[in-house]
């Protein structure tokens, strides 16, 4: 029988099927490098999300950290200052953004009494007038204990419960310790931080660092922090209950809004960004870029946070992610996170699957 395919074709064909299969092991290599199939020692979101499980243990449909927390609603006012350093809209002056806004505590156990720890959250989604977003998670701490994604999994490590007493390993935790000498600072201020009566008077810091990009091109390294107006005068120091931080804030709120001013750091040359453990010297130049007011609180499980990953690398034209390795790691863990708890969310009774996000 004839052979209808020209003998000087075969080796054309040949070569196009070879480059087609070629491109498809590129692409499961890749997607098994992705997901750890290939490197099953390779730190992966899914990994980092399971140790918080194991630490804390597993809540259908809640956060795998900072589980227990508040929404917030208000907006944002500039004061034009920051205008100087980013074109992002929220710092035009005059410019009224609105904002919703999550308080939390560090845990994934939402039943934890909010005394159990010292260091309280703010969240905050700024949705800027030209549909761009800018989302920000921040802690009432001054730096963090380490500095790379495989430190902080290590120090999960260290810090879960042992199956017999229920509760971590000192050893395992001095362990650690002494193995990752970045987390002096942050013991530093552990051994004096007190659990605050209110997230209201707390100060609430980036951490990572961040860049400012403004309309010549120009790049400034920043961190920022929200520096409350409230203070604690005539606030219990120990008030009673589990829950009291959701109640002091609704309190507060009926009360009138709640104001915090973002205070905006620039780096000078050398001053580290890729490392969230180590300070920038009080010297440097500080600008009061405006005004956070928060006006009314809501339930987390039925308020206007509860289907927002915030997700600290959904960013506005103006700001743009350092080069600290934090920020990938927590926006892949922030990711995994929300999947998970959307996932059981639409299989709660009572419940309604949340909507997903265009981007998280």
């Given amino acids: 029988m004839h052979d209808p395919t020209p003998p000087h074709t075969l080796p054309r064909r040949i070569g196009a099927w070879s480059l087609i299969i070629g491109i498809v092991v590129i692409v499961a290599i890749a997607f098994g490098y992705v997901g750890g199939w290939l490197a099953p020692h390779r730190l992966t979101p899914k990994k980092l999300v399971n140790q918080l499980q194991h630490d804390a243990g597993t809540f259908a449909g809640y956060r795998r950290n900072h589980a227990k927390g508040v929404c ?6 500039s004061s034009g200052q920051a205008q100087t350093y980013s074109v992002a809209q929220v710092f035009a002056p005059g410019q009224r953004t609105p904002v919703v806004g999550r308080f939390a505590i560090p845990s994934g156990n939402p039943y934890a009494p909010d005394s159990s720890v010292p260091i309280r959250s703010m969240a905050l989604r700024f949705a800027l007038a030209n549909g761009q977003q800018w989302r920000t998670g921040m802690n009432s701490m001054p730096v963090f204990p380490v500095a790379t994604p495989q430190a902080f999994y290590a120090q999960l490590q260290a810090k879960q419960p042992d199956p017999v007493t229920g509760k971590p390993d000192p050893a395992k935790i001095a362990a650690f310790f002494a193995a990752h000498p970045e987390t002096a600072a942050f013991r530093a201020w552990a051994k ?21 990009v403004d309309a010549a091109g120009r790049r400034q390294p920043v961190r920022w922090r929200m520096v409350p107006e409230a203070s604690d005068a005539g606030v219990a120091t120990t008030p009673g209950g589990a829950d009291y931080l959701a109640a002091d804030l609704t309190e507060r709120l009926a009360r009138g809004p709640q104001r915090w001013q973002l205070q905006v750091t620039l780096a000078n040359p050398g001053d580290p960004t890729n490392d969230a453990t180590k300070t920038w010297p009080d010297d440097r130049r500080t600008i009061d870029a405006g005004t956070l007011v928060l006006e009314r609180s809501a339930p987390q499980a039925s308020g206007p946070c509860r289907d927002i990953n915030y997700d600290p690398l959904v960013l506005p034209a103006g700001i743009e992610a350092s080069d600290d390795p934090l920020l990938p790691a927590r926006s892949a863990a922030y990711a995994d996170s929300y999947l998970r708890r959307t996932s059981e969310d639409a299989h709660l009774p009572g419940t309604t699957a ?5 981007s998280r």
């Fill in 72 to 77: 917030v609603v208000g907006h944002f006012d």
């Fill in 192 to 212: 004096t931080a007190r659990p605050s009566a209110s997230f209201a008077t707390e100060s609430y810091w980036s951490l990572n660092a961040f860049v400012f």
């Fill in 354 to 358: 949340p909507k997903p996000e265009t």
